[in-house]
């Protein structure tokens, strides 16, 4: 079951890029510059605040 999850997933990281690249293509045609940056920092927000919760969960599991 293992050694099946491994290509499936790597397929389907392989279709998420491809549909984010489209998804965001479409939408920077659809806002400005300015708006551009403002999500660009906010989801490099959400991203920072993944890898805090990511960061806390994995010090607590090595105690």
């Known amino acids: 079951m293992a050694i099946l999850a491994l290509p499936v997933s790597?397929?389907?990281s392989?279709?998420?890029g491809i549909a984010s690249g489209i998804a965001g293509r479409q939408v920077n045609k659809t806002i400005d510059g300015s708006q551009v940056e403002k999500?660009?920092?906010?989801?490099?927000v959400i991203i920072i605040g993944i890898s805090c919760c990511n960061t806390w969960a994995f010090a607590h599991?090595?105690?």
């Open 10 to 12: 790597f397929l389907a």
């Open 14 to 16: 392989m279709a998420g």
């Open 39 to 44: 999500l660009f920092i906010a989801l490099m």
């Open 61 to 63: 599991n090595l105690t």
